[in-house]
């Protein structure tokens, strides 16, 4: 399906009437809840899923999108769900995995999904000690045990220029130092 025609014009028009609403949503977000809606407009009216165009309306799937966004930010900013549990700027932890990353990137020749994995499980990890420090099971995490604020001294000594981490235009000389760049295309 996603290889037609239609198909292509559909998430184009629906992408443009998401701009008017002024609601920004990734392409395959967009791809995804089409495909599904016109699989089930086939298969509840008994048609080919080139017959289900004929009912497929940019606009109103475009609204539909925009309102389910809408509801899902009222709904997840009243019980604090889906906001991000951002550690204070200054972190020794976010400093550590910030600062590894431009050697990810040279160790792994550019791998940026390499990279971004490196990245989610240490912050994976970073957020299971922080979230569970009284936790019994958690096995030995070193010299700090299940003292986080020890744990955080102990990093600040192994990276002691921890802020410099914090500067956008200094990681982006260390990314560019590692040989790469990132643009957007």
């Known amino acids: 399906m996603r290889n037609t025609k239609a198909f292509k014009e559909a998430v184009a028009q629906t992408l443009t009437e998401l701009a008017h609403l002024g609601v920004t949503l990734a392409p395959a977000t967009v791809e995804d809840t089409i495909e599904k809606n016109i699989s089930t407009v086939a298969e509840r009216l008994g048609i080919q899923v080139r017959s289900a165009w004929r009912y497929f309306d940019a606009k109103a799937t475009a609204g539909r999108l925009a309102q389910s966004l809408s ?12 906001q991000a549990p951002m550690p204070p700027v200054g972190n020794p932890e976010l400093a550590l995995v910030l600062a590894g990353v431009p050697d990810s990137l040279a160790q792994t020749g550019g791998d940026l999904y390499a990279v971004i994995v490196n990245v989610a499980v240490n912050a994976w990890m970073a957020g299971h000690i922080h979230g569970e420090d009284g936790c019994t099971g958690c096995g030995d995490r070193g010299p700090a045990g299940h ?13 002691p220029n921890i802020t410099r981490w914090f500067d956008r235009d200094v990681w982006t000389a260390a ?10 295309r």
């Open 71 to 82: 509801s899902y930010e009222e709904s997840s900013n009243e019980k604090g769900v889906g």
């Open 175 to 184: 990314v560019n130092d590692a040989g790469f760049t990132v643009t957007r």
């Open 147 to 159: 003292d986080w604020e020890a744990r955080m001294r102990s990093i600040t000594e192994v990276q």
